[in-house]
């Protein structure tokens, strides 16, 4: 959720936007004055991206399933290794 789809398809779909209101003037609309801040759709996609994971949380929580932080490594050990915060 925090990188890849989720993110890329919040920019995907403001690229598209930004396609369409391109291409409005094609249609008889006229649309001066446009702008466009990076600042407002990086907020508002961290917004969702943290919506989300709050509610994937909650999901596992309300399943009664221990949540366990930390970061996963390949090594060596056949056994599998998990370092904990």
């Known amino acids: 959720v925090n990188v890849g789809c989720v993110p890329k398809k919040v920019m995907w779909n ?3 936007h930004m396609e369409f209101i391109h291409d409005h003037a094609d249609y008889g609309f006229e649309t001066p004055g446009i702008k466009f801040s990076w600042r407002t759709i990086k907020e508002k996609r961290d917004a969702y991206v943290k919506r989300l994971n709050e509610i994937y949380e909650n999901n596992v929580k ?15 050990d056949p056994q599998p290794t998990i370092e904990v915060e």
């Not at 309300?62 to 060596?76: L, P, S, V, W």
């Open 62 to 76: 309300k399943a009664n399933i221990d949540i366990i932080r930390g970061y996963g490594k390949f090594t060596a």
């Open 14 to 16: 403001t690229a598209i």
